[in-house]
């Protein structure tokens, strides 16, 4: 990695865009659609518009009122505890789908916290024979010659986000018809994601595989036709590997059933300079965290944010832009580009203050600086154990009856 440099973020924004392809001239795929603006002004104004009615209704369906929060959740322009209350003020229980989707994306963060590095790692014994082939180059450029994948793959490289049901369609092709390794398929699909998240991506590629579930999930032609309402189906020419009963794909996908063992993985972290030993206090800003509302950031301390080649590197252009985006809104945050460790060494930084994460990357960065862990608003006040947290049903259990404030309140 080059020496560090001190970033100046523009604030026209057609200026910002060309500034980090510039700055990021390795960084793939295209520039950040108009349809998406990183920060927080946005992601408010699209918390205040959703529709917890509409949601409930047809949020299974490809063109159905999703939220399209996940690229704020995830890299904290708001909490989910903001989303939680807003929607619960404004509908109650009506808002039950909808607080549930949120709960997901707290327990996948919970089960992230708990076990660490081990989710990039077979979590339990495949209940089915899974495949560990490589990832094909018709699946990365949206080859494949079936509409609907190659569909769900343009989505994904040209703006970043995929419909949650399409997610599910497309992992499980690629896992169960492609026989490919989950963890090569998590690591390709997250680079380009722009909620790009270790747990929710990397549990739900499990989740798919049945190395984080009870069983594999698959689909059929009449369910895709069903919720995509036929968009790729009618156009499309080849014999369809998904068009038969759950039954017959069952047996043709999965003729023995011999699971294994979990699969452990050694997680390399890369080597980092070393940093001499200084005494002033910072508040580091990580990727989890970008937003001026931030109680840590609001600190009257020296704040640095770094775009990090290790943590960063892979990540896709229109990602990288959104993320400047957030950081416009932040003006009191130095933006570097270098080595954290580098940057924090020669800024004469000994300790920093920052959010907790479960991310042991960024953990492992600062550990030299001494971090001081600020606890990240909880979605619920409460302990769960490492047994709940291996089913979201069990977490459910516990947590839903506190979001929902009803004691008697069970799994919708």
């Known amino acids: 990695m080059s020496k560090p440099r001190k970033l100046q973020i523009p604030d026209d924004r ?27 002004h946005e992601a408010q104004r699209r918390l205040s518009g959703m529709d917890a009615l509409a949601y409930e209704r047809n949020h299974h369906f490809l063109n ?43 327990y996948w963060r919970q089960v992230w916290y708990r076990f660490g590095d081990d989710i990039l790692s077979d979590m339990e014994a495949a209940k089915v024979m899974i495949g560990h082939d490589p990832l094909a180059d018709d699946i990365r450029n949206g080859t494949t010659g079936l ?129 001499s030993t200084q005494t002033a206090l910072a508040v580091f800003v990580h990727d989890e965290m970008l937003s001026a509302a931030n109680p840590i950031v609001q600190q009257s301390l020296h704040k640095i944010f770094v775009f990090d080649d290790h943590l960063h590197g892979k990540w896709s252009l229109n990602r990288l832009q959104f993320m400047a985006d957030c950081l416009n809104e932040m003006p009191e945050v130095d933006v570097w580009l270098g080595d954290a460790r580098e940057v924090l060494a020669e800024r004469g930084i000994g300790q920093v203050i920052t959010q ?24 619920v006040d409460v302990d769960i154990s490492s047994k709940r947290l291996k089913r979201f049903s069990r977490y459910w259990d516990k947590v839903g009856p506190l979001l929902m404030g009803n004691a008697e309140y069970r799994q919708p």
């Open 14 to 40: 057609s200026e910002r865009l060309f500034y980090i392809k510039r700055m990021f001239p390795q960084a793939s795929g295209p520039d950040l659609k108009d349809a998406w603006h990183g920060g927080r």
């Open 64 to 106: 159905g009122a999703v939220t399209r929060l996940s690229p704020y959740l995830r890299h904290g322009c708001i909490t989910l505890n903001e989303a939680c209350n807003s929607i619960r003020a404004k509908y109650g229980a009506k808002a039950e789908k909808l607080i549930f989707a949120f709960a997901w994306r707290d």
């Open 147 to 275: 509409p609907c994948m190659d569909g769900f793959i343009s989505d994904l490289l040209t703006d970043g986000y995929v419909h949650h049901h399409a997610r599910m369609w497309f992992a499980a092709y690629v896992l169960h018809w492609r026989k490919v390794d989950w963890r090569a398929a998590a690591d390709w699909y997250q680079e380009h994601l722009l909620d790009g998240d270790m747990a929710s991506n990397h549990l739900s590629w499990q989740w798919v595989a049945s190395s984080f579930s009870s069983k594999p999930y698959y689909f059929n032609k009449e369910s895709l036709a069903r919720y995509t309402g036929e968009k790729y189906c009618a156009s499309c020419t080849k014999t369809c590997p998904f068009d038969d009963s759950y039954d017959g794909l069952h047996i043709k996908l999965f003729p023995e059933v011999i699971p294994g063992s979990p699969e452990q993985h050694k997680v390399d972290r890369p080597t980092r300079p070393a940093v």
């Open 356 to 379: 907790a994460t479960p991310n042991q990357e960024i953990r492992a960065m600062l550990a030299p600086f001494s971090p001081k862990w600020q606890a990240e608003p909880k979605l």
